[in-house]
């Protein structure tokens, strides 16, 4: 069974553009979760998407957003990027968002985006 | 806000020593996560408990939900579980999951 996939692993943009990053989840799966590990701040939580709908979102700016398609895969939008958004987003995925119970999330490798 | 301690931070070790990483957390949780990250960032799920203990080879995590403290365990460790252990606490609150709150991490060494 294929895992979480993320793609592309590395993305390289520059002040003020848009970065797009993409997340399919394990088979089955409803929910994926985005998270950001930026260089000396740990893991964080983003976005939360569950049957297409934002369920939950951290404490990150509305220039962070995403939606979730009828295939259960994920974007990430970042809009006028910062340098300050450089770092590895990673990408969970689980069954049913835990809207019954608690559910296990899975990772996917995460992309690297590099804002010069 | 539910905050994630981990000690230690950094940990070097001989192969084949006994290693414990603790993870320390502020309220109460639906579940604890302990996550393995190599160099390059993928992520591996190591366990999740929500009580007691589990074992998986040469790893043991436990939990004890009163004190609000979880351990994870390395047998005879192997250079090859140099890596950054992650500790993240997860909430069912009846009206969902919320995201994964994490650790620092605990960036551990195995020499040969």
């Known amino acids: 069974e294929a895992g979480v996939t993320q793609s592309p692993t590395h993305l390289i943009k520059t002040r003020g553009q848009q970065a797009t990053l993409r997340c399919s989840p394990i088979?089955?799966?409803?929910?994926v979760y985005w998270y950001q590990q930026a260089l000396g701040l740990g893991l964080q939580f983003l976005l939360w998407y569950d049957e297409g709908e934002e369920r939950n979102r951290g404490n990150f700016p509305p220039r962070f957003s995403g939606r979730q398609f009828p295939n259960y895969s994920s974007e990430l939008n970042v809009n006028a990027l910062e340098l300050e958004d450089s770092a590895l987003y990673l990408c969970?995925?689980?069954?049913?968002?835990?809207?019954?119970?608690?559910?296990?999330?899975?990772f996917g490798p995460g992309t690297r985006l590099t804002v010069l | 806000k539910n905050e994630v301690e981990q000690s230690p931070q950094n940990l070097t070790a001989q192969e084949g020593e006994f290693i414990t990483i603790n993870c320390s957390y502020s309220?109460?949780?639906?579940?604890l996560h302990w996550l393995q990250q190599h160099p390059g960032g993928g992520i591996v799920s190591l366990f999740m408990?929500?009580?007691g203990k589990k074992k998986h080879g040469r790893l043991i995590a436990t939990i004890n939900i009163q004190e609000k403290h979880s351990s994870l365990h390395i047998t005879a460790s192997h250079p090859r579980d140099s890596a950054v252990y992650i500790c993240?606490?997860?909430?069912?609150?009846?009206?969902?999951?919320?995201?994964?709150?994490f650790g620092k991490g605990t960036h551990l060494i195995i020499q040969p």
């Open positions: 993240a606490v997860g909430l069912y609150s009846g009206g969902g999951a919320d995201g994964l709150t």
């Open positions: 408990l929500s009580s």
């Open positions: 969970a995925s689980s069954l049913n968002g835990g809207l019954s119970s608690y559910n296990e999330q899975f």
């Open positions: 309220v109460g949780i639906s579940a």
């Open positions: 088979s089955g799966h409803t929910s």
